[in-house]
């Protein structure tokens, strides 16, 4: 059972990046799902929600507009599509199952996203 | 600054009890449960507790929550070194439509 992430790297201000979330070792369709973040040396900032069929979602109001959530059941997989980056995104990126409403029971390893010129 | 209020540290001795505050306000933890998360450095978070007071599978016993009105609490008894790390409460915030967390609250055990 984990999420492993990928997609992270370093951007220009301005840029897009797309973190992908591979799940594994547990019925992905059933889960609710989320995009946390943590910039360094910061505490933990949630940014997106997602429900399990894709058709309800929740954004943060700093991501508002910029950031993207979906997912693909058939893959497996959880995306966060990332434009019109800032220096203030720079973090790592986690995703996170959703037990019940607001507990994050299974988080994958992170993914660094480092917005620099 | 953090919709949910921590202190920022909190520290014990071994085989002390130590606990953890966090207030928010009646969008979030007034009308939603609250849930805690362990940081351990250079990991991901764990959940620690859920549903306000209920431990994962994993999670002893020396970890408890509670909630009354709008603060919640996390408790650890038998402090232990590995229990050193950063604490995050959270909770769904209605108002919000999202999850808030507290700012974090740093336990070092001495």
């Known amino acids: 059972v984990q999420l492993v992430e990928s997609g992270g790297g370093l951007v220009q201000p301005g840029g897009s990046l797309r973190l992908a979330c591979a799940a594994s070792?547990?019925?992905?369709?059933?889960?609710?799902m989320n995009w946390v973040r943590q910039a360094p040396g910061k505490g933990l900032e949630w940014l997106s929600y997602i429900s399990n069929s894709g058709r309800t979602i929740y954004y943060a109001d700093s991501v508002k507009g910029r950031f993207t959530i979906s997912r693909d059941n058939a893959k497996n997989s959880l995306y966060l599509q990332m434009n019109t980056l800032r220096a203030e995104d720079t973090a790592v990126y986690y995703c996170a199952r959703d037990l019940i409403v607001g507990a994050l029971d299974l988080w994958g390893q992170g993914s660094l996203v480092t917005v620099s010129s | 600054q953090s919709v949910l209020t921590q202190p920022p540290s909190a520290s014990g001795t071994p085989g002390q009890r130590v606990t953890i505050s966090c207030s928010g306000s009646?969008?979030?933890?007034?009308?939603?449960?609250v849930n805690w998360y362990q940081q351990l450095p250079g990991t991901a978070p764990k959940l620690l507790i859920y549903s306000n007071d209920q431990r994962p599978s994993g999670v002893p016993d020396r970890f408890s929550g509670s909630k009354s009105g709008t603060s919640a609490s996390l408790a650890i008894s038998g402090l232990q070194s590995e229990d050193e790390a950063d604490y995050y409460c959270a909770a769904w915030d209605d108002r919000l439509n999202g999850v808030v967390f507290g700012g974090g609250t740093k336990l070092t055990v001495l």
């Open positions: 070792g547990f019925t992905f369709s059933r889960y609710e």
């Open positions: 009646s969008s979030n933890i007034g009308s939603n449960t």
